[in-house]
């Protein structure tokens, strides 16, 4: 008779999404830059890349497409600010329409410090990128560095360098985040639309998805009963379904 077999201990590892309740604090932002600055990069340039892209999210929270895609002509500084510009895909049935958004960010923010920082170094350094985050190749046997100046990095690469940098983040979450932090300094019912206008949403219906976020984010932290009416009376001025409305009024709910 064969002895019984040992249970093997199985190891999951659980996707942060599904667990995380808040979004990226300043202690938490400013943590990911700090790990930046310690990893012992093959190559500077990956150093001050990465800290533009991560910075680039926080500063904007758009999409990891709308960042990946960025050309080195859509940065401009003027006037005393940084502008970024970028290109938008919206689906509209069969067909892909695209607009331009410009995003405008004062200098005296010091977080576009590290995206113009590495924008200077690309086009003084590599003047033929036509991408602001081109794709690369280093060579470990040689420490070769090369450049494809035509092409630039992939979603998935750019959620790996944010990853990288906090595992506990991912490029959705920086959008939450940005939606989060205009609701929490405006408690008005402007704030949905002051969302609208950040993220470059067309419905706001999507923008009260971000007020939600903000909610969720407060249940970890406590929340005032004037805090809850505030956001009570978004919910209620918002054009809404009623099954979205109860959504969300259950999330107040519960807070």
């Known amino acids: 008779m064969n002895p019984p077999r040992k249970k093997e201990e199985v190891s999951v590892t659980v996707n942060p999404s599904l667990q995380r309740k808040d979004v990226i604090s300043a202690k938490e932002f400013e943590g990911t830059l700090e790990r930046a600055d310690s990893i012992e990069y093959v190559q500077e340039y990956y150093r001050l890349r990465d800290k533009a892209i991560v910075c680039i999210f926080k500063l904007t929270g758009k999409r990891r497409g709308e960042v990946a895609s960025l050309e080195v002509d859509d940065l401009e500084v003027k006037n005393g600010t940084l502008s970024i510009t970028f290109t938008l895909e919206k689906k509209r049935r069969k067909s892909l329409i695209l607009r331009r958004a410009e995003k405008q960010i004062s200098l005296s923010d010091p977080l576009t410090k590290p995206i113009i ?21 280093y060579s470990g046997l040689t420490g070769a560095l090369v450049f494809k100046y035509k092409y630039h990095l992939g979603g998935r690469q750019i959620l790996r360098v944010v990853k990288k940098l906090n595992p506990e983040s991912w490029c959705h979450l920086y959008r939450e985040t940005a939606g989060a932090e205009i609701v929490r ?18 419905d706001e219906r ?19 009963d004037e805090q809850k009416q505030i956001i009570s009376s978004i919910i209620a001025s918002a054009e809404l379904t009623e099954k979205q409305r109860r959504v969300l009024l259950n999330v107040l709910s519960r807070l």
């Open 185 to 202: 300094q405006d408690q008005s019912i402007m704030a949905a639309f002051k969302v609208m206008l950040r993220l470059d949403l067309e």
């Open 206 to 224: 999507t923008a009260l998805g971000y007020v939600r976020r903000y909610a969720v984010d407060l249940i970890s932290r406590g929340v005032s």
């Open 117 to 137: 920082d590495y924008w200077h170094f690309l086009k003084q350094n590599h003047p033929s990128c036509l991408y602001l985050f081109p794709r690369t190749f």
